[in-house]
């Protein structure tokens, strides 16, 4: 499939006198796949709002090619920006307006046919409060809106930063099946949220970033298998059988960690492997169960950012690619 | 063109525009009705009543004279000691000449189109220019403190088309009220001089001097304007524009005046903006130095002059215009948005 959207090293560097040098990108690579809808993840201050507004020519990087659609932005964003929609960040709009307003005066700009702004606010359910100011609408409608101005110009790639935000149980879930139902129609979706349910349910692939590093990225199904750790839980038919378990398969090599009623063993590679040591030894299996790894914790483990008991985590401590002992990318180089 | 269009359309749309629009023609409106009601037309009978009263007090003025005269020579006779009342010659003790009492001083104010319109067009002029720069700041002020600017950014990624384009409407809307003001100021005062004073003498040389004197306030409108929609640009809010004139007109107005007038400096107003905005309008101001003395032929002594004239004026008023909406451009093009 066709790059719509290409990074590669991209890095920009905020300097001040006070705060010193911070690398904000720090060579960045990203790659989305026409007609994905593809998961941009990472924790706060990662740097995923500045590739977004990199991206879209509204901040200037110091390094790095970006290309948007097969043209390199951004120089080519004029000719290009007419089939991206986005948004970025939280929806900001003039308070005073209506959303009709709002959409008409941006279909205008871009020469949008007006009638294009009914059919987005149908689309987002917004027809029938389209006449009320949007300092009247909630967090959740202000989103909505937002999400209508990005695909007001039937944009082939649609980026949305933190779409969810705000929304309602309901919401959510329509906002999933408008990304399916957009995908589904052709257009690239690039999505950035921190709800990584969400994201392991719509998106195909994803790309997780820490302090302005790429991490992990690749097809979900992907990211998660390479970082899944192998482990495996087993109940035996008798719970006195246990520790001549544990010893049987450690002397095979598998870790072990006991519990009162179950053991889990890890490095497993072939689970069937574990029902054969241990019925050799009349040791039998009443459950075996893999434990399957989700987008939530590998996102903690790869990004260093899970909760840790006493500790208060600040902004900016999370990982960082190549340092000793810490993970690599998922995949492979630039482009795989 | 689009653009352009939707801009036009997003100035009108926006509520702050349409009312201070509507504030600044109803002061505008005032000031002509009140002038309408605060003025006369004068006719014969009330011009022989004043000449009547003009004479009177000439007479006052001599009676009284010629008492403060006798009053003195009697003090001097008598030898009082002089305790400052009289002078030392009691002959110098004279009523005014009959003509230094005029009888336009008994009339009721009457309006004089030549005289006295070249003056009004000073407020007119100064009032929309207010009006200019208050709309001017908010109306890209408030696009980027509430994210509009970084919408319309991701719909036309060129950001001087973008930020000159909103300028270009800005200015049209600007003229689009302004122009049609003018001709209603021009009108309403001629109205006023017809049915409250006087349209005598009004040549086409006057016209012409009246319609150039409309044209430099109209500029000094739109040049306001620009300022206001400039600085705001450069700081990303409203408030930056009108922090900023405050910020000039207190400290460097105010301030400096003081400061200038401690230190003594010679042409003090000469440093002053509203002396150069004054010229503008009026063509010329001339500045007086009291701390000097330029003999004449009859052994007095006049202060010495300088001359502010509306071509200074359009060199500070074009440098300040290029400056500050260079910044703004720059600042435009390099700074990021975020």
């Known amino acids: 499939m066709p790059a719509v959207l290409e990074i590669e090293g991209l890095r920009k560097t905020y300097k001040s006198r006070r705060r ?124 909505r809106l937002a999400v209508a101005s990005a695909l007001l110009k039937k944009p082939k790639l649609l980026i949305l930063d933190e779409p969810a935000n705000g929304l309602d ?43 302005g590093r790429r991490v992990a990225f690749g ?58 040591l241990l019925a050799e030894q009349n040791l039998y299996v009443s459950e075996l169960a893999p434990i399957a790894v989700d987008l939530e914790s590998v996102f903690l483990e790869l990004t260093a950012t899970a909760p840790v008991p006493g500790q208060h985590r600040q902004v900016d401590e999370s990982m960082k690619v190549g340092g000793t002992g810490q993970p690599g990318p998922a995949g492979g180089g630039w482009g795989a | 063109m689009s653009l352009f269009r939707t801009e036009l359309r997003r100035l009108t749309k926006r509520r702050f525009t349409r009312y201070m629009t509507l504030l600044g023609l109803l002061v505008l409106a005032a000031v002509v009705v009140g002038v309408f009601f605060t003025n006369q037309k004068i006719d014969a009978g009330q011009l022989a009543q004043a000449e009547r009263q003009a004479d009177q007090q000439y007479q006052e003025q001599v009676r009284w004279s010629e008492q403060e005269r006798v009053n003195c020579e009697q003090a001097k006779a008598a030898g009082t000691a002089n305790d400052g009342r009289f002078p030392d010659d009691c002959s110098v003790i004279s009523p005014p000449p009959r003509e230094e009492i005029q009888a336009e001083w008994f009339l009721p104010s009457t309006f004089n189109f030549r005289e006295t319109f070249d003056e009004t067009l000073i407020p007119f002029a100064a009032i929309l220019a207010l009006v200019g720069f208050v709309v001017g700041a908010s109306f890209v002020g408030a696009e980027w403190s509430t994210g509009g600017m970084m919408n319309l950014l991701l719909w036309r990624p060129k ?7 909103k300028l270009a409407a800005l200015l049209t809307g600007i003229l689009a009220v302004t122009l049609p003001a003018a001709v209603l100021w021009f009108a309403g005062f001629w109205a006023v001089a017809t049915f409250r004073g006087s349209t005598e003498k009004v040549t086409s040389g006057v016209w012409q001097s009246f319609m150039l004197t409309g044209v430099r306030g109209v500029v000094l409108v739109l040049v306001l304007t620009t300022i206001g929609f400039a600085l705001a640009s450069l700081g990303r809010h409203t408030a930056m524009a009108l922090g900023g004139v405050v910020a000039v007109m207190v400290v460097g107005q105010f301030g400096l005046g003081i400061l200038l007038e401690m230190a003594n400096v010679r042409w003090a107003e000469a440093w002053l903006l509203p002396t150069y905005v004054l010229a503008w309008m009026t063509k010329t101001v001339t500045l007086q130095d009291w701390n000097s003395c330029n003999a004449t032929y009859y052994g007095s002594c006049e202060p010495a002059t300088m001359d502010i004239t509306w071509q200074q004026s359009s060199v500070l008023l074009s440098v300040g215009v290029v400056v500050i909406l260079g910044a703004a451009l720059w600042a435009m093009r390099r700074r990021d948005i975020s």
């Open chain 1, 219 to 276: 097809p979900v199904d992907e990211v998660l298998a390479q970082h899944s750790s192998g482990a495996v839980r087993i109940r035996l038919e008798a719970v006195s059988d246990l520790p001549a378990a544990t010893e049987t398969l450690t002397r095979a090599g598998i870790r072990v960690t006991g519990h009162p009623d179950h053991l889990m063993l890890a490095g497993v590679d072939k689970p069937a492997s574990v029902t054969r």
């Open chain 1, 169 to 211: 149980p309901g919401g959510i879930r329509e906002m999933r099946t408008l990304m399916r139902n957009l995908a589904e129609s052709g257009m690239t979706v690039v999505l950035s949220s921190h709800i990584l349910g969400e994201i392991q349910l719509i998106c195909d692939s994803v790309t997780i970033i820490s302090l």
């Open chain 1, 20 to 143: 010193g040098t911070r690398n904000a990108l720090d060579g960045f690579d990203m790659r989305v796949d026409a007609g994905q809808v593809h998961g941009f993840l990472g924790p706060n201050g990662s740097g995923k709002t500045t590739t977004l507004r990199t991206l879209l020519g509204l901040i200037r990087p110091d390094g790095g090619r970006m290309v948007l659609l097969g043209h390199e932005v951004p120089a080519a964003l004029p000719t290009v920006a007419g089939q991206v929609g986005a948004i970025v960040e939280s929806p900001q709009f003039f308070p005073h307006f209506s959303a009709r307003d709002t959409l008409s005066l941006l279909a205008g700009a871009g020469e949008v046919p007006a009638t294009r702004v009914d059919e987005v606010l149908e689309l987002v359910g917004l027809r029938d409060r389209a006449g009320e100011r949007v300092k009247t609408y909630s967090l959740g409608m202000k989103q």
């Open chain 2, 159 to 165: 950001r001087l088309t973008v930020l000159l384009t």
